[in-house]
């Protein structure tokens, strides 16, 4: 069993930045891809970042490209989303997603683990 935990959430202004941090763990973790998904209310969840865990090649959505980063610690099985440049339109609750088959998919389904979620807030 894996079990994913987020964390690093907050309150922030527009412009502003936050470090979003998914701590993995397990004795079945072995991941392929690390994925980021966001849900704001009354909308479907949808992909936000991935990172393909071996080489490090990374994926994003167009709305945040150029804004957010993500990037791994293999030692720590923790993935991070660095979001700059934060606006309103980012606000949701935020979700970390492992996938254990190769592939980065932007697809939620297609991930196999899923943590609780952290809520990031961008105030105009």
């Known amino acids: 069993q894996v079990h994913v935990v987020e964390s690093g959430g907050g309150l922030v202004q527009t412009g502003g930045s936050l470090r979003l941090s998914c701590a993995a763990s397990g004795r079945t973790f072995n991941p392929y891809v690390m994925g980021w998904f966001r849900q704001a209310p009354g909308k479907e969840r949808e992909f936000v970042s991935a990172i393909d865990w071996r080489f490090s090649t990374t994926y994003y959505a167009d709305s945040v490209k150029g804004r957010f980063t993500i990037y791994k610690d293999t030692a720590k099985n923790t993935v991070y989303l660095q979001m700059n440049s934060l606006k309103p339109e980012d606000t949701a609750v935020y979700y970390c997603?492992?996938?254990?088959?190769?592939?980065?998919?932007?697809?939620?389904?297609?991930?196999?683990?899923w943590g609780q979620g952290t809520q990031v807030t961008v105030s105009s």
């Open positions: 997603a492992v996938r254990t088959v190769y592939g980065l998919v932007v697809t939620n389904s297609q991930y196999d683990c």
